[in-house]
């Protein structure tokens, strides 16, 4: 019986054995089962002669890695290893150990055998093999020092997985994110990334409360719009921010968003929120800003809630394009268009337009005067142009400073202007006149050579009459004080 049992139980074993060898080669991760005897008994040596830091030891001369690489003996290995590696056999793997294990996995076994030398009894690392058709292969290492062989090391069991497709797609969303970053940090555009959610709570929190009107509770509640603001926090800006708002750096730029996002963009904002409530997550719009050097910035401003992020609005970006530029030139523009360039008073088209909108829209009544320069064309026969332009300069001055909105002055023909004092009253209108003439006194106490001199007509309208005929009262007038002032200046000659 006795006997009877022993031989059950070597056959037990022995198909146990069986089974454990079957596993070892049909495991689908590449396996190797080694001695690291030869290794342990180096290390045995280093330390009686006296080292106490493996890496550094290692690192001091490479060729003490090889030797720590020489110790090691591969004693068989299965078959997933041999597809994995490209080899025919155990002798073709080991004949090739040389190209499989490249000086790329130096750094990464320097940190096996520190792991080892501190006393564990396993190891792992992320390291670079080869095939032996020269295919790199990223693996995942991990050995353990089989139980039992713990004093020897002379069984080690090494497992290595395959994670070349997962290292390739982490470089190349490493690669797309470095891509990406510097197609934020270098955009020619300025760009904020920001994060809104709490704006979107408070309106949602609004819309529970069954407001519909939006544009409405924004005009009873304008505090909420201001709180809105305060509670938008910027995550992120670009190089090009910092160039156009002037700042030092991020945090000299965050810490004085005051400066930049001041009271009078808060209609601008109102208007965004509103956009927002009506779900528009993409908008455009232009926008005025200040730089932290006290500039004014007209800018164009592109607002898109970033993709993923519709739910709770933690991640939007913001586009803003400096256009101070062309805003400067349409308002020079639109300058021109109702200016005269030499005296900086209204031009013509502009008055003739006034005329018609003081007719249909008023206030009435309405004093129109008209003046003439006197003395241009003697000026520009005898001293020249230039001594006439100055003198249509000087004229721009005075008429400037005798009236202020909603009057205008405006150059009518090249020696002729104009005054409307819309809502005036001939008394009123007399004030005006006597406070040009005055103007003139100054002018020509301040400025040597010719005298400038005005020959001036005022008429105010009646009821019912239209504008045109009020400027001919006034043209003759004008005419008549001419004449005065040429016939005067026969009797002193």
Not at 86 to 101: K, M, R, T, Y
Not at 304 to 323: C, F, K, R
Not at 428 to 434: F, K, N, T
């Amino acid at each position: 019986m006795l006997h009877s049992n022993a031989n059950i139980l070597k056959a037990q074993l022995s198909g146990e054995s069986q089974d454990d060898a079957g596993m070892f080669q049909l495991a689908p991760v590449s396996l190797w089962l080694e001695d690291y005897s030869g290794l342990k008994q180096l290390f045995d040596e280093w330390r009686a002669a006296g080292v106490t830091s493996l890496r550094s030891h290692l690192l001091a001369d490479p060729e003490r890695v090889r030797a720590c690489s020489g110790c090691i003996r591969v004693i068989k290995v299965n078959r997933k290893t041999l597809s994995l590696f490209e080899a025919d056999d155990l002798p073709h793997l080991v004949s090739n150990l040389g190209n499989i294990f490249r000086n790329d996995m130096l750094n990464a076994h320097i940190d096996e055998l520190v792991q080892l030398w501190d006393g564990k009894l396993e190891f792992c690392s992320n390291t670079v093999n080869y095939t032996l058709s020269g295919k790199r292969l990223d693996i995942q290492l991990n050995g353990s020092i089989l139980p039992g062989h713990e004093d020897k090391w002379d069984r080690v069991l090494v497992a290595i997985e395959d994670v070349t497709e997962r290292e390739m797609a982490q470089r190349k969303l490493a690669r797309s994110e470095i891509y990406a970053r510097g197609l934020f940090e270098h955009s020619p555009v300025s760009l904020w990334v920001e994060d809104f959610s709490a704006v979107k709570q408070l309106l949602d929190d609004v819309r529970r409360q069954g407001i519909s009107d939006f544009r409405t509770f924004t005009d009873v509640h304008p505090e909420f719009v201001a709180r809105c603001v305060s509670e938008i926090r910027v995550i992120d800006v670009n190089k090009h921010t910092l160039q156009l708002f002037a700042a030092e750096d991020k945090a000299h730029l965050l810490g004085n968003l005051g400066e930049v996002l001041r009271e009078e963009m808060q209609e601008h904002f109102r208007e965004q929120l509103i956009d927002l409530w009506h779900g528009r997550i993409f908008q455009q719009r232009e926008v005025v800003n200040y730089s932290l050097a006290g500039d004014e910035l007209h800018l164009h401003l592109q607002f898109s809630v970033l993709p993923g992020y519709e739910h709770d609005w933690s991640q939007v970006q913001l586009a803003l394009t400096d256009i101070t530029a062309r805003k400067r030139a349409e308002a020079y523009l639109e300058y021109l268009g109702k200016h005269d360039v030499l005296t900086k008073l209204y031009n013509r088209s502009f008055y003739v337009d006034e005329l018609n909108r003081l007719e249909r829209k008023g206030p009435l009544p309405v004093t129109i005067i008209i003046i003439d320069l006197n003395g241009l064309k003697l000026a520009n026969d005898q001293l020249g142009h230039a001594a006439g332009d100055a003198l249509l300069r000087r004229a721009g001055e005075v008429l400037a400073k005798a009236v202020d909105k909603p009057s205008y002055a405006a150059r009518i023909g090249g020696d002729e202007f104009a005054v409307l004092l819309p809502g005036t009253d001939e008394r009123d209108g007399l004030v005006v006149m006597e406070s040009i003439e005055n103007l003139l006194e100054v002018n020509n106490q301040f400025y040597s050579g010719l005298p400038l001199s005005f020959s001036m007509g005022m008429a105010t309208s009646e009821p019912g009459e239209r504008l045109e005929a009020v400027v001919k009262r006034a043209d003759l007038l004008m005419y008549e004080a001419k004449r005065a002032y040429y016939a005067s200046l026969n009797e002193g000659a």
